[in-house]
């Protein structure tokens, strides 16, 4: 069992920068690839970025070369570091985590969730 707490959002301007954390609770954290997926009003739920065991990396085209991901499995953390903001990443986002050593795309297949922390960048 794992139970994630998702940290960080408020509103920004459009070029800002802005840091999501999420802290889990349990011994096993190290097993689990870690996602950050986001929705916005009206839309599907989407995949951001996640990080694997090992510390690889995935982002959405979105995202790269913007945002980054990172963790430090002794603090049981992953970070969420938001550069060059745009007013289409405003949206709840929510920390994800997966018994896998791979990254998973779609949010159906992640088995814990934070409670959401939203995002909201203006131009």
């Known amino acids: 069992q794992v139970q994630l707490v998702d940290s960080g959002g408020g509103s920004v301007q459009a070029g800002d920068s802005l840091t999501l954390s999420c802290a889990a609770s349990?011994?096993?954290?190290?097993?689990?690839?870690m996602g950050w997926f986001r929705q916005a009003p009206g839309e599907e739920r989407e995949f951001v970025a996640a990080?694997?065991?090992?510390?690889?990396?995935t982002y959405a085209d979105s995202v790269k070369g913007r945002f980054t991901i990172s963790r430090d499995n002794a603090e049981n953390t992953v970070s969420l570091q938001m550069n060059s903001a745009k007013p289409e990443d405003t949206a709840v986002y929510y920390c994800?985590?997966?018994?896998?050593?791979?990254?998973?795309?779609?949010?159906?297949?992640?088995?814990?969730w934070g409670q959401g922390t939203t995002v909201t960048v203006s131009s």
């Open positions: 349990g011994r096993t954290f190290s097993s689990y690839t």
């Open positions: 990080v694997t065991l090992s510390g690889g990396s």
């Open positions: 994800a985590a997966v018994r896998s050593p791979v990254v998973y795309i779609s949010w159906s297949l992640y088995d814990y």
